[in-house]
């Protein structure tokens, strides 16, 4: 079914480095959502403090009528069961094989036989495509691969919320295609609540029902695929569309000499938005909406060329 995260006035810092302040947002139960920003602007961090890793300063993180931020460690411990992470690296441990690392969760945290460990792991291993590599060590096999172990190993516990730190990094573009087309799957299959941390726009342009964009220590925007991708906001527009015109620099934000320059310089036009991945069977995802069908109930007109089959196949942008 997937649990909805509401976050809400979310501040953090470490000593006098703010990270992000007053991030507030709504994670629907079983949608795939999408937090994408600049490498340092502390998605990361987000993620840690949302399974209470790390401590915000200040604000609420609800998840089934519990505050993660402000409750004890033994309730803590409880609601962290409902939670799979994939970290960035697939945190394998390069000793064991994938069999093992796959089964660690529930060796650790069950009392499960080994035989009823045994049928559990092999599913999983089937979810993601991994049988036939289960005595594999982690360095034996590519990046790809282990990103789907981390992932196998992630779902073990059967979680209402999954959190995946830059599945994409690291991975070529097909490789990536591969994954993100999995997740798709894996969400229409276990429909849970999933939250992908990236800086990857491609990701974020096809993947989820909705995008967040964290930019300059603060959330520049929460909301819908289409309302983010048809977004005439300085930020959003610039970093969604990966253009050089707009109030991003090199270094975190352009100076006033450098927008000034830039004043009066055209726009490219925002380019066409693509069609959302679907899941390989062809059956609908509960939370997927029909192409364009938020631009038609909130009167935007989509970007010329947007939804078109032929475009989205070719290039996936
Ligand atoms: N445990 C920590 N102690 C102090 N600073 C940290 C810690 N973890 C992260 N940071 C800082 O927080 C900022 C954001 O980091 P991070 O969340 O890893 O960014 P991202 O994942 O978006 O690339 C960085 O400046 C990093 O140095
Ligand atoms: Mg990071």
């Known amino acids: 079914m997937g649990v909805e995260i509401k976050v809400d006035g979310l501040t953090k810092s470490f000593g006098k480095q703010l990270i992000w302040g007053d991030v507030s947002l709504t994670i629907p139960a079983g949608e795939i959502c999408v937090m994408l920003g600049p490498s340092g602007t502390g998605k990361s961090v987000f993620l840690k403090t949302l399974i209470g890793l790390l401590k915000p300063d200040r604000g609420s993180i609800v998840i089934e009528g519990l505050d993660i931020a402000n409750c004890s460690e033994k309730e803590l411990y409880e609601v962290r069961k409902l939670f799979g992470v994939l970290f960035q690296d697939g945190a394998m441990f390069g000793s064991m094989t994938l069999y093992d690392n796959v089964a660690f969760p529930l060796r650790e945290h069950t009392k499960k036989s080994e035989s009823e460990i045994r049928d559990i792991v092999m599913e999983k291993m089937e979810l993601v495509g991994l049988i036939g590599a289960e005595t594999k060590l982690p360095g034996e096999i590519s990046g790809g691969m282990r990103k789907r172990a981390g992932l196998a190993r992630a779902l073990v516990l059967d979680p209402e919320i999954v959190l995946f730190d830059e599945p994409d990094s690291g991975l ?35 993947v989820p029902d909705n995008i967040g964009l964290l930019y300059h220590k603060h959330l520049a925007m929460f909301g819908p695929r ?31 000499d450098e927008l000034a320059a830039e004043q009066g310089q055209e726009l490219p036009p925002l380019p066409p938005i693509p069609l959302q991945i679907e899941p390989s069977n062809g059956i609908a995802r509960r939370s997927q909406r029909p192409p364009g069908d938020w631009c038609l109930e909130h009167g935007v007109v989509p970007p010329s060329g947007s939804f078109d089959q032929n475009m989205s196949m070719s290039t996936g942008v």
């Open 226 to 256: 289409e309302m983010l991708l048809s977004s005439e906001e300085p930020v959003v527009r610039q970093f969604l569309n990966a253009q050089r015109v707009g109030p991003i620099g090199m270094s975190e934000e352009k100076d006033a």
């Open 172 to 206: 070529d573009p097909v490789r990536t295609a591969f994954l993100n087309q999995l997740i798709v799957d894996l969400n229409a299959q276990i429909d849970a609540t999933f939250l992908i941390v990236t800086h990857d726009i491609n990701t974020a342009r096809t």
